[in-house]
């Protein structure tokens, strides 16, 4: 039975499409068991895409949590060790679910919490005065950046807020340090010209 051109493209030809065609014909004749087998079988594909999901975001997260905590750490000198605990049990368990191919929904709602973890951070984080020595020793530039494109609305808002801030701010140091400069270079300039000849200054 040849497939109608319309249902491809005009591009391929019709042998890409020969063996998928019988092999849907003949699977749709089969036993009500096999059909059941199937859908197991793309339940079980839809499993695999939420854990390479699930394992994706982790990958993110986890550097983008050790490089906020490092920059608060350095910016208020309190350490976040109990935090971090905290956090990796939820971690811990979003691992165990991915290895032991759990819930598919368990493991969205404790990528969930770590996202609620993760907004934490950035709230703590935009209210400590980052300065640019934190920003230039630290992965904190790096690590919010990245989080502008996350799949939390909300982390991604705070994200771009915090980048947006640190951007103002240090465009204001650069700004006040060039006027600090002007100024200094004139009363350079009065001194030099208020030198008396012959006298060591």
Same mark, same amino acid.
């Given at each position: 039975?040849?497939?109608?051109?319309?249902?491809?493209?005009?591009?391929?030809s019709?042998?890409?499409?020969?063996?998928?065609?019988?092999l849907l014909?003949?699977l749709?004749?089969?036993?009500?068991?096999?059909h059941?087998?199937?859908?197991?079988?793309?339940?079980?594909t839809g499993?695999?895409?939420?854990?390479k999901?699930?394992?994706?975001?982790?990958?993110?997260?986890?550097?983008a949590?050790?490089?906020?905590d490092?920059a608060?750490?350095?910016?208020?000198?309190?350490?976040?060790?109990?935090?971090?605990?905290?956090?990796?049990?939820?971690?811990?368990?979003?691992?165990?679910i991915?290895?032991?191919?759990d819930?598919?929904?368990?493991?969205? *709602?404790?990528?969930?919490l770590?996202?609620e973890?993760?907004?934490?951070?950035?709230?703590r984080?935009?209210?400590?005065?980052?300065?640019?020595t934190?920003?230039a020793?630290t992965d904190?530039?790096k690590?919010?950046?990245?989080l502008?494109?996350?799949?939390?609305g909300r982390?991604r808002?705070?994200?771009?807020?915090i980048? *947006?801030?640190?951007?103002?701010?240090?465009?204001?140091?650069?700004?006040? *340090?060039?006027?600090?400069?002007v100024?200094?270079?004139?009363?350079?300039?009065?001194?030099?010209?208020?030198?008396?000849?012959?006298r060591?200054?």
């Open positions: 039975m040849k497939a109608p051109a319309a249902h491809y493209s005009s591009s391929a019709y042998s890409e499409f020969q063996i998928p065609l019988f014909i003949s749709l004749r089969r036993s009500q068991r096999q059941v087998f199937l859908q197991r079988a793309a339940f079980n499993v695999d895409m939420a854990e999901s699930s394992l994706r975001r982790l990958k993110r997260l986890l550097p949590f050790a490089a906020i490092a608060i750490e350095a910016a208020t000198g309190f350490s976040r060790d109990n935090i971090r605990r905290e956090r990796g049990k939820l971690l811990e368990m979003l691992c165990d991915i290895t032991d191919n819930s598919v929904e368990l493991a969205e *709602g404790l990528c969930q770590l996202d973890a993760m907004v934490l951070a950035l709230k984080l935009r209210v400590v005065e980052a300065t640019p934190v920003l020793t904190a530039i690590a919010v950046a990245g502008r494109s996350h799949e939390s982390v808002g705070l994200a771009c807020s980048i *947006g801030g640190w951007t103002t701010s240090i465009n204001c140091d650069i700004s006040t *340090g060039r006027a600090i400069l100024k200094l270079s004139k009363m350079q300039k009065a001194h030099k010209a208020l030198r008396v000849p012959g060591r200054h």
